[in-house]
């Protein structure tokens, strides 16, 4: 773990048991006791993960806002300060660099939120831009953050607890600067990775540990649980959440991904020509959802056939801890699309049968 | 946490000597290094199973994992319970998470494995 980053908590995920592995080059727990256990606190309870591996990248000054028009395929100019979206980036063959949620901070200023594994690419990616945008800086202020996320039905009464501001009150996909958490000054986003209810809390590196031990005490009543990697990609998993180097990366097109209602085709953005042909040619593979019909579990690179023929690949899979099913996400032939299509995923030499279903497997139940 | 009873192998196997039949599963050590077991890929009674080579798989929720024989022979039975209940390996790897039984073809191969005493030193030298 020596030559790995670490996060300000490295410490309390030793304290706590933490299973350290190297995700990205960063040391962060797999999990503390069980990735069952804690991915099911999120969906009934609450858990809480340390994310301070992403990125963030402050983009300010003059032409800011034009700057980020090109660089993203969603709408930056409908954001107001305190809004928040996501959105690929794209390369000029329209394929994906990132994807990346980018706050408005102000009239010129953003804060872009990044993957962890392309923190360096996309900082240079941006710098590389800002050539054209001599008003703007473009910041790399990763170390400088720590990011926590609480996700969960009962996030909101935990947070309620720690702070005089209405976290309840906070929309979805809008974030609120200097809030008070436990006297942490914190950007309190309601966003998450999870398919749960629940909140991104950005703060100083120097606070992390206080936020995250205020935030332990006040939700261990609730069954507030600490939850580590492993919980947080078997979650997003089930809300079919793509993860970058699985479902996304440089050779893959956001309109592929199913990720065409991030795209404005009104406004001129880096790889737009090469989607507009794209689209209008037609997309030759998707990416859906799978289910096992019986036995075996998908994983990362097991091949897809169909009547014989290689049809595609899984990109992401594992056993649903919540749905008690073995699920995966796939890049298959527009041909074999089509919800209730069944295919074969090879494992180990042997077929076994899945059929497509629509996503996201999962959906958080609805409170009024 | 490893019984006396048992000869263990290095890929974490142990196995229970009943007349010329070995019952073999995985150890308390390799059950929690794996976390929770969510798969196991079993042979079929009938297949023939060679020591050191893979005779199938278990899955935790992050990982595949191959299993080896402990010793070579003819699979005679297999433990069905473990296939729809893949958590009985984590909760009781010795007794009801055994995997399959193997009729040896050549008992001089337990001289091979260890025994409780070097397993665990082998454990804890990591």
């Known amino acids: 773990m020596e030559n790995l ?17 190297n995700f990205s080059g960063w040391a962060l727990p797999v999990q503390y006791r069980s990735i069952i256990e804690e991915h099911q606190a999120v969906r009934e309870r609450a858990g809480l993960f ?33 809004h928040v979206l996501y959105s690929p980036v794209c390369n000029p063959g329209g394929g994906v660099v990132d994807d990346i949620l980018v706050y408005r901070l102000g009239d010129n200023e953003f804060l872009l939120v990044v993957n962890a594994a392309n923190r360096e690419k996309d900082f240079s990616w941006f710098k590389q831009l800002a050539v054209e945008f001599p008003g703007v800086c473009i910041a790399d202020i990763s170390s400088q953050m720590a ?29 609120s600067l200097g809030v ?16 749960e209810d629940g909140f991104e809390l950005y703060c100083a590196a120097e606070e992390a540990c206080r936020l995250w031990d205020e935030i332990m005490t006040a939700g261990e009543k609730d069954g507030l649980m600490p939850c580590g990697l492993g919980a947080r990609d078997t979650l997003r998993l089930e809300a079919a959440l793509p993860l970058y180097g699985h479902e996304l990366d440089e050779d893959i097109t956001p309109l592929e ?30 990416l859906v959802g799978l289910e096992m019909v019986d036995r075996g579990i998908p994983r990362k690179g097991y091949t897809l056939t169909s009547n014989g023929q290689v049809i595609g ?7 649903s801890p ?47 | 946490m490893y019984p006396a009873d048992l000869k263990y192998s290095k890929d974490h196997e142990w196995i229970r000597v009943e007349g010329n039949r070995g019952r073999v599963g995985i150890t308390h050590y390799a059950q929690e290094t794996l976390g929770d077991v969510v798969y196991v890929d079993l042979p079929r009674v009938g297949d023939m199973v060679k020591a050191g080579e893979s005779f199938g798989t278990v899955e935790s929720v992050k990982s595949v994992s191959d299993l080896y024989a402990p ?3 003819e699979v005679v039975e297999v433990n069905r319970e473990v296939m729809d209940h893949p958590d009985l390996i984590n909760k009781d790897p010795y007794g009801g998470g055994w995997l399959i039984i193997i009729e040896m073809s050549d008992p001089g191969e337990l001289d091979n494995l260890m025994d409780a005493r070097a397993y665990e030193e082998m454990v804890k030298e990591g």
């Not at chain 1, 980053?5 to 592995?21: C, F």
């Not at chain 1, 298959?332 to 069944?342: G, H, L, Y």
Request: hydrophobic content about 35%.
């Open chain 1, 5 to 21: 980053r670490k996060t300000p908590l490295y410490a309390r995920h030793l304290e706590m048991g933490g299973k350290m592995i």
């Open chain 1, 50 to 82: 340390d994310v301070s591996h992403m990125g963030e990248i402050r983009i300010s000054g003059s032409g800011a806002l034009e700057l980020l028009q090109k660089a993203v395929t969603n709408d930056v100019s409908r954001l107001l300060p305190g």
């Open chain 1, 147 to 175: 990011q926590l996320a609480l996700q969960g039905p009962l996030s909101v009464q935990i947070l309620a607890r720690l702070t005089s501001a209405d976290p309840g009150s906070l929309p979805y996909y809008r974030a």
């Open chain 1, 180 to 195: 008070e958490v436990g006297g942490v000054k914190c950007m309190l986003s309601r966003t998450g990775y999870t398919g």
């Open chain 1, 257 to 286: 991904a199913g990720l065409e209602r991030f795209i404005c085709w009104q406004k001129d953005f880096t790889g737009k020509e090469v989607l507009l042909q794209k689209k209008e040619m037609g997309v030759r593979r998707r």
């Open chain 1, 313 to 319: 690949e899984i990109t992401s899979g594992t056993q």
């Open chain 1, 322 to 368: 919540t749905l008690e099913k073995a699920l995966g996400l796939g890049y298959v032939s527009v041909e074999s699309a089509a919800v209730d299509t069944v295919v074969e995923v090879e494992i180990r030499g042997r077929n076994y049968p899945a059929r497509v279903v629509p996503v996201p497997f999962y959906r958080k139940k609805r409170t009024v």
């Open chain 2, 71 to 73: 010793v070579s022979g």
